[in-house]
């Protein structure tokens, strides 16, 4: 198991390198720099004047020369300096990443609990009216997308109910209260989507595993239906339903951008996203790195997770 | 008194309405004829809001008032602000971006200030400076007893001002060349800046109201490199913090020398960049006051009693420009023939939903140096049979380019495509984010500039010679390529003159030219509204965009 864990790290090395290496090419290829966007249009300086602000940037030097300083740095744990507003990458990091994991982990509390109970119950009662409705409720999740629900959202409960605040963000030391008010409408537009897969997944999962001999030979042995369910199905349902819960989860850290805007969030996603857009290279570069670093962290955790809910695992590596 | 009829009862509603919100100064003498017109009100009533709001419309200049001040200010309480952006950071040296501005420009004076009739007045001058016979030295006499903010909490010195003006100067600086015809800056004693120029330029007072022209203690830049995460001014805000994306925090600074000002104990600004959320943010009661309220929402917040709105025409003009490199467009006859094909009366319409007003010179048509020149229809067989003289009788294929990010100038893209589609132009429509459209549009350097036709704005500028100086040969802004020398000469003209009556008639006399060249073909000036909950009074404003009008306004609560 450990060597496993430690095979797997090693293999972050080169995962990280080459997303570094694409991203930095590709951000690259774009039109525009950033020195053209700090100075805006319909200004008096000539191009001598904008080389000069280029080089005093070292945006001058050759592309691989750019890398490889990048590299050295971030060697050291230091992942540059924003262009744009000259404070450090990691200080920014501290900031915004706990935002989006706050919305990424509410949103999956809010999506796990009623696709399980859900997801279950439809599979149990397979072709009931509550099995029929479910089918519709996920058809619905995943067609909407999370942007149209969150204007919908903020429609009913901030314009029509007044009940939550429409957009901000309050740090949850600051006043926490407020800032689960503020949490919770992007952290549910977020969620219905993943809730329809998740449900959909643990439905297929439990109606598989309801289909095996050992749940005939369990319920021929005189088991009552509940223990069934939970010694025989759920457990051996698990496995699936973690596997797309976990890629789900991790793919969300990286897909809270047009929440993050439309509920004026400072999270990664807006991080990056404005970034991209004034061509901040080294927060480009730092962001894309650091979410590829949890993503791979995250599939990590949800193999050891397997271990946990399969002795069979254990045993096999 | 008899009782009024039910015409002249309404007509008495809207009229009692609209004084209303001319008397706080909430919107401007063109808007309230606009509106009173579109009201059916009568003439006598038209006659007396317009003198109410500041005397007949002959009088020119864009206007806005003196908030007139019903019941005394009440001071305290903290305003609520939402902003349109983020600013990243707040070194206007560094980046020249309006979101920046509306941060620091209440923590900051500057030397000179754009008044609400768009003329130039003292700030932290005391006067407005003496300018020597041949225009080129400017001495300027300083305010006494300004004080810094802490840390810095010493007088305000001439040398600051030299400090300050030397950054904005240096190479790095992003703003540089707003001082480009400037030659020294010297301060003789501690309340005394003179500042000698290369050669005379008419635009160098409005520039020394802009965001660049700060005054800051060169103390502040020593102890933290740069004026990135600071701000430290002699402004009627002292800064708090700042969290990026987050919320900027500012508090009144109780030694500001406007005797009584600031009315509030501070501003609590965040950012919202959605439109529909600045809209609901106001509506809401989420915050009291929202720059660049989105005109879709206009009328929406109008017929809604718990928010006033302030606004006016701004300065920025938008128009289509031509890549005179690329051909077919170098050709006169076809660029003619579209400016005879579209239909200014609707092309803005989309981008400003009734809010705006079709021109055809550089400025709107209440700004001192506009040419009034009446809207031309479409005239589709005209252009048609100028395509046919200029050779393209069976059409042309071309490409317009136009900002994605800004619905104000995409939308109105569209409309221009279609229209040119009527006399067989096919233009491919490019819509690209900023930094692309920067890039192959307003590049500096001609030879990154790829576009053919594009569908963009000006920024905000006071001086008619900023917007003008885009026509000159080989000029950074000129991202036509255009070139003439009879406009060079009055351009430089234009930037020697002081006088307003000589310089009306060059800039009027260059806009005739291009009228007739067409590097550009100007389409429309959009309002810009600021929307604020109803109880918050005493707010002015400024056709530049600027919101320091916030310093004078009070919280009725």
Redesign the interface.
Known sequence: MLTFILRRLALLVPVLLGVSILTFALVKQ??????????????????E??A??RR?YGLDQPLPIQYVRWLGHVAQGDLGQ?I????PVTD?LR??LPVTVELTLLAALFATVPALVVGTLAAVRRNSALDYGATIATLIGISLPNFFLA?LL?LLF??RL?WL?????V?FTRDPIQNLQRMVLPALSLSLPLAAVLMRNTRSAVLEVLSQEYVRVARAKGLEGRSVLWRHVLPNAALPIATVAGIQVAALLGGTVIIE??????GIG??IF?AI???DYPVVQGVTLVVAAIFVLVTLVVDILYAVLDPRLRTAR | MGIPSPEKARDLRHFDALLDQVLQGRIGRRQVLARAAALGMSAASLATLSAAAGGPLEAGGLTALPARQDATPKPGGILKVGLQA?P??L?PH????TAIWHVIEHVYNRLLTINPDLTVGPELAAAMPEISADGLTYTFTLRQGVMFHPPVSRPLVASDVVASYERWRA????????L?SVDTITAPDDATVVITLKQPDASILPILATSSAIIFAPETIEAN??L??VAVGTGPFRFVEY????RVVLEKNPEYWEEGLPYLDGLEM?????D??RT??I??G?VDFVEYAPLRDIDQMEADDAIALAGDENMNIRFIAFNLTKPPLDNPLVRQAIAAAIDRNTIHVPGTFGHGTPTVGLFPPTFWAALNEEIPGPDVERAKQLMAEAGFADGLKTSITSWS?YSFLSAPALVVQEQLKQIGIDAELNLV????????V????PALRTYEIAV?G??G?IDPG?VA??FKTG???NLASYSNPRVDELIDQGMAATDVAERTGIYQEIQRILLQDLPWINLFVANQYEAMRSDVKGYVHVATGTNVALKQTWLDR
């Open positions: 774009i039109p525009g720099d950033p020195v053209s966007q700090m100075i805006g249009v319909d200004q008096r300086t000539t191009p004047q904008v000069a602000i005093s924003s744009r507003s000259r404070r920014e900031l915004r204007t903020v901030s314009l007044e605040p429409p957009l901000g963000y740090e805007q439309i509920f004026s969030l400072p807006r991080y404005d857009a004034n061509r | 983020d990243s950071a070194d560094r980046q020249t971006l190479p790095e600086s992003a703003a540089a060349s707003d480009a490199g740069d990135s995460q969290v990026p994306n987050t965040t950012f919202v960049s959605e529909t959320q609901n943010a509506i809401t989420e990010q984010e900023t930094a692309t459209m920067i890039e192959v307003h590049s500096a350097d963009t000006t920024s500028h900023e100086n885009n000029a950074s802004g």
